[in-house]
């Protein structure tokens, strides 16, 4: 691999960081810096398996200007590029030395159409011509036509298009040029109905917001969430908490606390994996999750008529209500209940619950644990 192409690789990997592709991924912590010092990033499958994955952008070239964004138009800066043939050569060289299990790729737009064109020749390379047979993540870029979406579908094991915001008049604070409906909305609904029809089940999509870029609510963002998920079938929604940017429209804009991120991804679970609906979620007054308790201590706290719940008699959705029990320990219980009674906070603290949290909010046998009342 030439040192020019090494040298696009560590530009165009650091100018990808923005884009998120899985749960361990997208921060200057999480990757993982290989010899070379190239752009590596850790990132977990939809099937839960772990792998390296080089993130990189197409181009850091874009003829658009939103206002967040560190490789809008107006920033002066080196703008580079590669071919699809240097990159799928290049990534080809990575994957043989063990160095990356995956690609996911995004790129800066110049002439949408045009870049899409070369985001898929790169990722037809990639299996055809180097028959790279593993995980695949496209973007697709604002603009992209039908075309684009079916072939980005029949290539790669998820595609995302980014809705940064949630609804359009918001949209419309931070990203001017983009017209939410048309050219996010809609990719979006192509790519359900292709997945749909294709035989290739495994495919998948996601989006990613910035937050509070454009000064929206958690309501906001988890309502269009949970209509995400209800009506495209999104695999997953990403969160990425807005920074300010040197010589862009925001960089005087206070930064999104980690916090906030953080109760959105707890909100986010609860949606998936718990059971909850956006109505059951608990906002404050200004429309956002209160930042002292995460979302499911706020509902629980905010019906005290749904407990104390019977661990031992209590269906497996009523122990996903009880603060400090997940899936795992839902299921676990269930399993134990065929085999005895669950006695003791001990009981489940082994099978991995928060015991203390859930405490004030059970019967054990028909009798209250003991718990500090502070926990209210
Ligand atoms: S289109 Fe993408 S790369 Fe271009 S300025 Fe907007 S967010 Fe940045």
């Not at 977990?44 to 181009?59: A, H």
Request: aromatic fraction near 8%.
């Amino acid at each position: 691999m030439s040192v020019d192409t090494r040298q696009k690789i560590e530009v165009l990997g650091r100018s990808a960081q923005y884009d998120l592709c899985g749960e361990a991924c997208g921060t200057e912590a999480s990757r993982v810096r290989d010899d070379l010092g190239r752009w590596i990033y850790p990132a977990v499958l939809p099937d839960g398996k772990r792998v390296c994955l080089l993130k990189v952008l197409l181009t850091n070239a874009c003829e658009n200007n939103c206002y967040y964004c560190a490789n809008r138009a107006s920033r002066n800066f080196r703008r580079i590029s590669f071919t699809p043939e240097e990159l799928a050569y290049a990534f080809d060289q990575m994957h043989r030395k063990g160095l990356v299990e995956g690609l996911f790729l995004s790129s800066g737009v110049c002439n949408a159409a045009r870049t899409m064109d070369r985001m898929i020749a790169t990722v037809e390379l990639v299996r055809r011509r180097y028959a790279f047979p593993g995980y695949v993540h496209l973007k697709i870029l604002p603009g992209a036509t039908f075309a684009h979406v079916e072939r980005a579908v029949q290539l790669a094991n998820r595609v995302s298009v980014n809705l940064e915001a949630p609804n359009p008049e918001r949209l419309a604070r931070i990203a001017p040029p983009k017209d939410f409906t048309t050219h996010l909305l809609q990719p979006l609904h192509w790519a359900r109905r292709l997945i749909e029809e294709s035989k290739r089940g495994s495919v998948s999509q996601t989006t990613q917001f910035v937050v509070g870029a454009a000064d929206e609510t958690d309501r906001e963002l988890l309502s269009t969430t949970a209509q995400l998920y209800r009506e495209i079938g999104l695999a997953r929604v990403y969160f990425s908490a807005f920074q300010p940017i040197a010589e862009t429209p925001l960089e005087d804009h206070p930064p999104t606390s980690p916090l906030r991120e953080h109760r959105l991804y707890q909100s986010d679970f609860l949606l998936r994996q718990y059971g909850f609906t956006f109505e059951d979620l608990v906002f404050d007054e200004s429309g956002n999750l209160p930042g002292q308790a995460d979302p499911k201590l706020t509902w629980a706290q905010a019906h005290p008529e749904c407990f104390p719940v019977e661990v031992n008699r209590a269906s497996r959705e009523e122990l996903l209500r009880i603060p400090g029990i997940g899936p795992t320990s839902a299921s676990r219980i269930l399993k134990l209940r065929r085999e005895g009674k669950v006695r003791e906070l001990s009981d489940l603290r082994r099978i991995g619950a928060v015991a203390h949290r859930a405490a004030p909010f059970v019967l054990l046998n028909g009798q209250q644990p003991p718990f500090q009342l502070s926990l209210w």
